[in-house]
């Protein structure tokens, strides 16, 4: 079982939790998180870049001049790729980037992820962050108590005081557990979970693993 320490609001140790191995202590493959978090970049891509081919570059329509006796190159339309303010040749067109993984794959790569912030020490379990109002002074508390840089907060549910508390600290994201990707584990130096989510997690990850 992997043993965390369990944390209350004020950054006093009050107990420890056994998470299971199955989700917290899975041996990690850095080519499947290396996967998964390109998928998850690459479907992140607006793919709308775009450039006008001679379909669609307006003008042209009228030979320049003719094709012999000129002594110059011959030329079909003033919108030739050659020409300035002509198309462009095999230029980039809207296109969509994502690249499907399985559901499996992106569970399996999520419990590496959770499990390599466990032997790294970067997983936090608190039983719970409490805010009487909607504060960033009082969500700034939590953070330098903790002495967090760049830390993502997993909530069991939704929490509006501590959500807009902390949307203008820098470093500092908070997502539900139903929202939890590798690539935000990956890029946060602190995984900092709620017990009721890490619970939730657990169940949603560890479900029908042999």
Partial sequence: ???????????????????????????????????????QLAAKRAGTHS????????????????????????AGSTRSPLWRGGAV????QPRDYSFKVNRKVRQLA???????????????????????????KLMAKVVSDFSWKKALIVLPESDNNLELSARNLPGIK???????????????DHVVMMKDAALKVQERLGHGIR
């Fill in 1 to 39: 079982m992997a043993n965390v320490k369990l944390f209350n609001q004020g950054c006093q140790e009050i107990g420890t939790v056994d998470l299971a191995p199955e989700v917290f202590e899975v041996e990690v493959q850095p080519e499947l998180l290396h996967l998964v978090v390109r998928a």
């Fill in 51 to 74: 450039v006008k081919t001679r379909a669609f570059v307006s003008g042209g329509g009228k030979k320049p001049w003719r094709q012999k006796g000129t002594g110059r190159a011959r």
């Fill in 89 to 92: 040749v095999h230029g980039p």
């Fill in 110 to 136: 999520l419990r590496m992820a959770l499990s390599a912030k466990v032997v790294e020490d970067q997983l936090v379990l608190l039983d719970a962050i409490a805010l009487p109002e909607v504060k960033t």
């Fill in 174 to 188: 908070v997502v539900r557990q139903d929202m939890l990707n590798v690539y935000d584990v990956l890029l946060h």
